[in-house]
């Protein structure tokens, strides 16, 4: 019981400390790809400490309120994770806090919050069955959802459930709001629908907004790492592969609409699921 | 030393929008040159963002006239203190060579309190950056929550 608080709480620290070393390290070679030297490694502590500090416009208090359960459910998800429980549990959690972050957007009448808001229901719509059915592979070779089982398993999981996680670098580049799915909000300033989903967001509720997905970001690249759980180095090492291919794609790549995404999406990430997942049962 | 840790914050991540009042677009060219390789704005934290909700720091170019004098104002206050402005230019400053034509107010200060003037015709990247260096410190010392000018005592005072 004490270790359980004791991992949860290191979690609750560490989590958003190293999402936002992530987002730093995303946003210097993101600038290099471009030759530009690019913001320090702790730019977004900068950010968001000052972004807490400006003064608060809320549209009402349901914006208030989805940045805050998006926040919690983004936290619960990264501390479920690091208690090791249900992969299940996770992923529906972390699917609650993207919906309340939704919902915050849906409470102003801005319309380029509502279109925001519309595409990033979409978005889930793509990457929700994606992650069901990773899970779904998982528990087929495995024999459970518990990541103390996955941890324990004693031959590397991307051996034999490659395409599944491709499928989960497609959520990944979705998740991220990487191009070419960078469609309801993206990490740059300007979009053509101003901010998207965050547009009205300001001040310290984006701040919540911000450090929740940082915690997404390590939420995500955790669930990379249990594809190789047989050493703790080739779990940092594919993570660390997955997000720079993630980076390389984001600055290749154009943003493109949504009926492109839903169809692409949908085909490509369900058959590489559905191929694996066959071939998972057919052994 | 939380109210310490965010004003050092300000200075490291000022995120400005841009508003061009009716510029030639000889001051805006200028001013995204800032953000390309050569100068790299972004290696200071600065974010050229097109949302007043999220800006810090409002860079007007261009005279201000009658049509677009409300929207700069409404610009301006719907960003959440504290907040800077910055007028670059001539015309932005005084409403320049076009300063005597009836369509026009004069120059940003007229509307809204300016904290810091760039001139030049057009403003060179060095001096924008420059301009937006001094206006960080300003921006730092504004108490948070709350501007040291209130929209409108300023501008109603030079009207009359």
Partial sequence: ?????????????????????????????????????????????YDVAKLLGKEQIAVNVWQVFGACAYLMASAIAVVLLALRTDLLV????????????????????????????????????????LLILVAVGVYLHVGSFKVS?????????????????????????????KSPFDLSTSHHGHQEIVKGLLTDYSGPILAFAEIGHWLETVLL??????????????????????????????????????????????????????????????? | ??????????????????????????????????????????????????????????????????????????????MPRPKVVIAVGSCALTGGVFREAYNVVGGVAKVIPVDVYVPGCPVKPEAVIDGVILGLERFRRKKSGKNLLEPGDWGEERRG
């Fill in chain 1, 1 to 45: 019981m004490n270790e359980g608080l004791l991992v949860a709480g290191f979690a609750l620290v560490g989590a958003p400390l190293l999402g936002g070393l992530i987002t730093g390290a995303d946003r210097i070679i993101t600038a290099r790809l471009q030759a530009r030297i690019g913001p320090p490694l702790i730019q977004p502590f």
């Fill in chain 1, 90 to 129: 996770i992923l529906f959690t972390q699917a609650v806090g993207s919906v309340f972050l939704v919902v915050g957007a849906l409470a102003s009448a801005s319309p380029y919050s509502q279109v925001g808001a519309h595409r990033e229901l979409l978005q889930v719509l793509c990457y929700e069955p």
């Fill in chain 1, 149 to 177: 089982d996955i941890l324990a398993w004693q031959t590397p999981l991307l051996s034999k459930l490659p395409f599944l996680f491709l499928a989960l670098g497609c959520v990944l580049t979705i998740k991220l709001r």
């Fill in chain 1, 221 to 283: 690249l955790g669930l990379c790492a249990l594809f190789w759980t047989t050493h703790w180095l080739g779990m940092i090492l594919l993570a660390g592969a997955t997000f720079a291919l993630q980076i390389l794609i984001d600055n290749v790549s154009s943003r493109m609409n949504w009926r492109w995404m839903l169809g692409y999406v949908w085909a490509v990430g369900l058959s590489l699921s559905v191929v694996n997942l066959v071939w998972v049962q057919a052994r």
């Fill in chain 2, 1 to 78: 030393m939380w109210e310490r840790m965010t004003q050092g914050s300000r200075i490291k991540s000022p995120w400005l929008l841009h508003y061009d009042c009716g510029s030639c677009n000889g001051c805006d060219i200028e001013v995204l040159a800032c953000l390309t390789p050569i100068y790299d704005l972004e290696r200071f934290g600065v974010v050229n963002v097109g949302n007043p909700l999220h800006a810090d720091i409002l860079l007007v170019t261009g005279t201000v006239n009658h049509r677009n004098k409300r929207v700069l104002r409404n610009l301006y206050e719907q």
